[in-house]
Every structure is written in C-alpha cells, then in structure tokens.
C-alpha cells in the first residue's frame, strides 16, 4: 500500500531542496548584479576625480573604465537565468502532488475504518438483524475500497515515474544555464580585453608595471610631507 521507501523519503524532501536551490540561485544573481552596480559606482567614483580634469590620458582611461563597467552591468540586467524559472515551476507541482497523497490517506482511513466495521459484524452471532447490517456493511465498504484501491495504484505507479522525471525535467534547464554562463563569461571576456587595449601600457609585462608601480610609490615616499616621523 505504500511507495517505496526511498522514493517517498526523497520526494518529501525535494520540496525543500528545490526550495533551497532556488534561493541560492536567486542570491547569486542579485550577487552578480550587486557586482556589476558596485562595478559601475567605482568607475563614476573614479570618473569624478579632480585628476581626470588635470591629465588628459588618466580622462580618457577612466572614461574607457566607465564605459566597459556600464556594458556589464547592462550585460548582466539582460542575462536571463533558466534554472530558477524551472525551479518556479517544478515547485507548482508539489501542493498537487501533496493533495494527491492526502486524498489516498483519507481514503485509506475509511477503507479501514469500514473494513473494521465488516470485521465487527463478521465476528458476531449470525443472526438475521446481524447479517443484515453484515450485507449493508459489506456494500458500504465496496465503492470504498475500489476508491482506496485506484487511489493508491495511481500513487504507487506514478510516484516513482515523478521522482526519475526529474533529471529530464532539470537536465536540459542546466545545459541552457551553462550555455548562458558562456555566453556572459564570453561576453566579459570581450568587454575586458577591449578595456585592456584602451588602456594598457604596450610593451610592459605584469612584473615591468610592478616595478614601476613600485618606483612611483617610492617617490611618493620620499616626499618630506609623507615621511615618516
């Protein structure tokens, strides 16, 4: 009469897993877009320095800054994430699912509780007032039972094609998150590099920018107004 174990244990709990999932995608997409909305306040911030007004070549970098950030926050509104939409709506079909096992409780409880009430009759004395009541139980209990029966058949052949519908339910929900993932990532990709030929110095390697990066700060240090007491 009941599904198996592992079945009912897994679907009662996915409803709190799909849940869980979904607010964990939910919290990294308003990450990603805190991050591209910081992005762009950093670039206005940097935008707005008196040194843009004094160096022309420190203008035009940060303008380039501003507008590469502004395309991925606009980048970033855009994307669409499929998954939390499948989430939505795999979640709509739990309260259906729940009802249909509360329908199969309910109607196992009056299947017993009139199966019991034939076992009364059963027991007693067969009298003609007993058998009576005995034949009217028994009718009673009939349409109960093939109700409990179909009831409980449904449950039992389709929970588990529910439970092993879900990967092909969420399978094709991932693929299109991570084709959407590599068109975003492609997208930054091109954004930055785009940035880095604006802006880069041609011809330094990572340690040569370090090295003068260093040496600019050691002639800030060297200033009489920042040396140290």
Partial sequence: MKCSPSHCGQIKASPD?????????????????????AAVKISADLLSNPLCEQDQAFLESMTALDTAMRRMDAFNQEKVGPLPHS???????????????????????DYKRLQSKVEKYEEKEK?????????????????????????????????????????????????????AQVVYFTEMY??????????????????QRERETEAKLSELRALSIVADD
């Fill in 17 to 37: 897993q799909t849940k869980k999932l979904h607010k964990d995608m939910k919290k990294s997409t308003e990450a990603d877009l805190a991050m591209s909305k």
């Fill in 87 to 109: 989430l939505i709506m795999y979640s709509g079909v739990f309260p259906s699912l729940n009802m249909a096992v509360k329908r199969r409780e309910q109607a196992l409880q």
């Fill in 190 to 207: 091109k954004i930055f590099n785009e940035l880095t030929d604006q802006i880069d110095q041609a011809g330094l390697t990572d340690e």
């Fill in 127 to 179: 009298t003609g007032p007993v058998m009576v009541k005995l034949h009217q139980a028994r009718e009673e209990l009939r349409p109960v039972k093939d109700d409990f029966e179909a009831k409980n058949k449904q449950l039992l052949d389709e929970m588990p094609k529910f439970y092993h519908s879900r990967i092909d339910y969420f399978q094709p929900s991932f693929e299109a998150l991570i084709r």
